[in-house]
């Protein structure tokens, strides 16, 4: 049933973000082929699993940001994020503003 399948998929992804997940792992989840697992995700998340997953990571990141108890390279690591540049673009993708400025914003309010 897609909609089990959908939920245990979502409930992976928020239990494991702050971890390395590959596709495969993905698929497994899902009990799909990896083809299959790409195209069920992008027709019911509206995107690709790597978009959705840097959401979620970012998402997080901006929490963290906003507490001021973590450095910005913890907070990568924290978040999922293997090295700071990749975490720096991705970032600044979704926010249009890097981890640092985000930050600045917030100390103004």
């Not at 899902?30 to 959705?52: H, I």
């Amino acid at each position: 049933n897609s909609s089990d399948r959908f939920k245990k998929i979502s409930e992976y992804i928020m239990m494991n973000f702050y971890e390395e997940i590959q596709l495969r792992d993905m698929a497994t989840v899902a009990n799909m082929s990896v083809t299959a697992f790409c195209n069920f995700f992008k027709a019911q998340y509206r995107m690709t699993f790597v978009e959705y997953l840097n959401n979620i990571r970012v998402g997080h990141a901006c929490k963290l940001l906003a507490k001021k108890e973590n450095n910005i390279f913890e907070i990568a690591y924290r978040c999922g994020y293997q090295n700071i540049a990749n975490f720096n673009r991705q970032f600044k993708k979704l926010k249009k503003m890097t981890p640092r400025e985000y930050r600045n914003t917030l100390e103004h309010y």
